[in-house]
């Protein structure tokens, strides 16, 4: 469970973040730009499969479109004043089209920032991950698997957009042992496209005789030279099979042996395992001493499901911020199709409504709303393609969203009821909100028309 909380963790709190997304050792910068629940990758006990590899439920009902985050409009006092989306797109119930966006003011629209594209094999395992920060860069990994699906070979490469090619930079390869478990990561770097692979360093994991990690040690070849240098190593505990502490240390040459740098403590509730709190410290070499970094506390309702996360901050003063998540119980987790950023969260145990962000006054600062739409319309798209028409969500309830090709400036949104009575006539902006609450419950068809082309569909109201 820790490792799943964690993944999801870091930017539930922040409001701009400059990261970057570590997928088995190799490195996917990220933008400047928010994202709901998404964070740095998760300490993964199960290090030869990749984040993006998930249970696929076909049997769901509904299928998370995008998340949408507002600030209190101090006119009116609604939480409707547009921050940030993020959309989702899927085919064969995987999410193969990711795009982030800021609300652009001046053009009154949402501007894309990022967006994310992914490729599956038969076995939906991932093989294929592009990362465009738009009008900037563009990164990609390409995975390769064995017969039995275990993570084999990642090759990470950049765009260059002079020559207008992708120019592979890193390579990971995976060795595994007699039991399939993950034995040893080597990783290769090379500059130019004549240059060949170049040895860079190697991970190498031993196991307990019930095959949880005990040691992750990485070991690193200077260029030109013969022999391995230790640079690292992490060390796992564990409690009950449980783990409860992390221990990330570096080798010092001028006093020949390793120093602490980072260490995890997780704190757990021993009679069903709910995380409680996660402590992340530093080490203070000037004193000798752990220096506590960062600390998150988890919140549970009454049946023992995560209902909300405390961040503290300890820098120069300490800061809290908070999420509480609102729930639709009536769906659970199963009956859901989500994103891979997400499919690992703990909250997701349910239908997620809603994320309320609260400062250290306890005062709200954020809403994020989340939209759904019925699994059985999911977009069947080419995955590298930004041609597409979706409406979401739906069934909607107060409001929905048309997605339409950039090629358009604008389309004309029409809404009938089952006696062909015209409810709404609308020109629209992409991706721009439309009111629905007034309307009764019931089967509606829509109709959209950009330039020339027409396209109707069912909208359900709830």
């Given at each position: 469970?820790?490792?799943?909380i964690?993944?999801?963790?870091?930017?539930?709190m922040?409001?701009?973040?400059?990261?970057?997304?570590?997928?088995?050792?190799?490195?996917i910068?990220?933008?400047?730009?928010?994202?709901?629940?998404?964070?740095?990758?998760?300490?993964?006990?199960?290090?030869?499969?990749?984040?993006?590899?998930?249970?696929?439920?076909?049997?769901?009902?509904?299928?998370?479109?995008?998340?949408?985050?507002?600030?209190?409009?101090?006119?009116?006092g609604?939480?409707?004043?547009?921050?940030?989306?993020?959309?989702?797109?899927?085919?064969?119930?995987?999410?193969?089209?990711?795009?982030?966006?800021?609300?652009?003011?001046?053009?009154?629209?949402?501007?894309?920032?990022?967006?994310?594209?992914?490729?599956?094999?038969?076995?939906?395992?991932?093989?294929?991950?592009?990362?465009?920060?738009?009008?900037?860069?563009?990164?990609?990994?390409?995975?390769?698997?064995t017969?039995?699906?275990?993570?084999?070979?990642?090759?990470?490469?950049?765009?260059?957009?002079?020559?207008?090619?992708?120019?592979?930079?890193?390579?990971?390869?995976?060795?595994?042992?007699?039991?399939?478990?993950?034995?040893?990561?080597?990783?290769?770097?090379?500059y130019?496209?004549?240059?060949?692979?170049?040895?860079?360093?190697?991970?190498?994991?031993t196991?307990?005789?019930?095959?949880h990690?005990?040691?992750?040690?990485?070991?690193?070849?200077?260029?030109?030279?013969?022999?391995?240098?230790?640079?690292?190593?992490?060390?796992?505990?564990?409690?009950?099979?449980?783990?409860?502490n992390?221990?990330?240390?570096?080798?010092n040459?001028?006093?020949?042996?390793?120093?602490?740098?980072?260490?995890?403590?997780?704190?757990?509730?021993?009679?069903?395992?709910?995380?409680?709190?996660?402590?992340?410290?530093?080490?203070?070499?000037?004193?000798?001493?752990?220096?506590?970094?960062?600390k998150?506390?988890?919140?549970?309702?009454?049946y023992?499901?995560?209902?909300?996360?405390?961040?503290?901050?300890?820098?120069?003063?300490?800061?809290?911020?908070?999420?509480?998540?609102?729930?639709?119980?009536?769906?659970?987790?199963?009956?859901?199709?989500?994103?891979?950023?997400?499919?690992?969260?703990?909250?997701?145990?349910?239908?997620?409504?809603?994320?309320?962000?609260?400062?250290?006054?306890?005062e709200?600062?954020?809403?994020?709303?989340?939209?759904?739409?019925?699994?059985?319309?999911?977009?069947?798209?080419?995955?590298?393609?930004?041609?597409?028409?979706?409406?979401?969500?739906?069934?909607?309830?107060?409001?929905?969203?048309?997605?339409?090709?950039?090629?358009?400036?604008q389309?004309?949104?029409?809404?009938?009821?089952?006696?062909?009575?015209?409810?709404?006539?609308?020109?629209?902006?992409?991706?721009?909100?439309?009111?629905?609450?007034?309307?009764?419950?019931?089967?509606?068809?829509?109709?959209?028309?950009?330039?020339?082309?027409?396209i109707?569909?069912?909208?359900?109201?709830?």
């Amino acid at each position: 469970m820790y490792k799943h909380i964690l993944f999801t963790l870091t930017s539930l709190m922040s409001s701009i973040l400059v990261f970057s997304q570590e997928i088995n050792g190799l490195t996917i910068p990220k933008s400047q730009i928010t994202s709901e629940i998404i964070s740095d990758a998760p300490i993964n006990n199960e290090p030869n499969k990749s984040q993006f590899n998930q249970h696929i439920n076909k049997e769901a009902k509904l299928s998370l479109d995008s998340i949408i985050s507002y600030g209190k409009n101090e006119s009116t006092g609604e939480w409707d004043k547009k921050i940030f989306k993020e959309f989702f797109l899927y085919s064969n119930y995987r999410d193969t089209v990711v795009e982030k966006s800021s609300w652009d003011n001046e053009n009154n629209d949402w501007k894309i920032r990022v967006k994310e594209i992914k490729k599956y094999n038969d076995q939906n395992n991932i093989i294929h991950y592009e990362h465009h920060l738009i009008s900037k860069s563009k990164k990609r990994i390409d995975y390769n698997y064995t017969d039995k699906g275990d993570l084999v070979e990642i090759i990470n490469s950049k765009w260059l957009v002079e020559l207008y090619k992708w120019l592979q930079i890193e390579k990971m390869t995976k060795h595994y042992n007699s039991k399939g478990l993950l034995q040893v990561d080597t990783s290769y770097t090379k500059y130019t496209d004549s240059d060949a692979w170049v040895l860079k360093s190697r991970k190498v994991y031993t196991y307990d005789t019930k095959n949880h990690i005990l040691a992750d040690t990485t070991y690193i070849k200077q260029k030109n030279a013969h022999e391995w240098e230790l640079f690292s190593t992490t060390k796992y505990e564990y409690n009950s099979g449980h783990l409860v502490n992390e221990l990330f240390s570096r080798w010092n040459s001028d006093v020949a042996k390793l120093i602490p740098y980072t260490r995890k403590e997780i704190l757990y509730e021993t009679n069903n395992w709910n995380v409680l709190a996660t402590n992340e410290y530093k080490w203070d070499k000037t004193i000798d001493e752990w220096i506590i970094d960062l600390k998150h506390t988890f919140g549970y309702d009454a049946y023992n499901l995560l209902n909300s996360i405390t961040n503290n901050y300890f820098d120069s003063e300490t800061t809290n911020k908070k999420n509480v998540f609102s729930f639709d119980y009536s769906i659970k987790k199963e009956d859901l199709i989500l994103p891979s950023s997400y499919s690992n969260f703990d909250a997701f145990h349910h239908k997620i409504i809603s994320n309320e962000y609260f400062n250290n006054e306890l005062e709200k600062y954020r809403e994020a709303n989340f939209y759904y739409s019925d699994a059985g319309s999911l977009s069947i798209i080419d995955n590298t393609s930004q041609e597409v028409l979706v409406v979401y969500p739906n069934p909607a309830k107060k409001s929905l969203f048309v997605n339409f090709p950039k090629i358009y400036n604008q389309a004309l949104f029409e809404l009938y009821d089952i006696r062909g009575n015209k409810i709404i006539s609308s020109t629209i902006n992409n991706g721009e909100e439309i009111k629905i609450n007034t309307l009764k419950k019931g089967v509606y068809i829509y109709s959209i028309i950009c330039e020339q082309n027409r396209i109707a569909g069912k909208l359900i109201k709830d």
